[in-house]
Nanobody
Framework: VQLQASGGGLVQAGGSLRLSCVAS????????MGWLRQAPGTGREFVSA????????YYADSVKGRFTISRDKSENTVYLQMSSLKPEDTAIYYC????????????????WGQGTQVTVSS
């Protein structure tokens, strides 16, 4: 599987963006697709994940209520709708696949996309 993320950009605080991640190749029901982010000088942190089979969703506390993850099985695509963006959301956002199940650790994700930059100005 290869992952291609897009949709990042520059937005003012309070604004919205929608990230997309298109996967080439088969995604199995047991797989989990996630979004993780990395701000300058920090490690990658979990943002959100969705179980491909059931659609169950999970969020970091810092984005709960503001971000929504979804998937379109027919398009092999995962989305991250981001609203009420804050300057602290500024980071490179990565789409990633976990073939072993749900995890909040970046170390457990097997396949990574190239990342898309999100910059939120105050």
């Amino acid at each position: 599987v290869q992952l291609q993320a897009s949709g990042g950009g520059l937005v003012q605080a309070g604004g919205s963006l929608r990230l997309s991640c298109v996967a080439s190749g088969r995604i199995f029901s047991s797989h989990v697709m996630g979004w993780l982010r990395q701000a300058p000088g920090t490690g990658r942190e979990f943002v959100s994940a969705i179980r491909w089979g059931t659609g169950g969703t999970y969020y970091a506390d810092s984005v709960k209520g503001r971000f929504t993850i979804s998937r379109d099985k027919s398009e092999n695509t995962v989305y991250l709708q981001m609203s009420s963006l804050k300057p602290e959301d500024t980071a490179i956002y990565y789409c990633a696949q976990n073939r072993h199940g749900l995890s909040f650790s970046d170390k457990d994700y097997d396949v990574w996309g190239q990342g898309t930059q999100v910059t939120v100005s105050s």
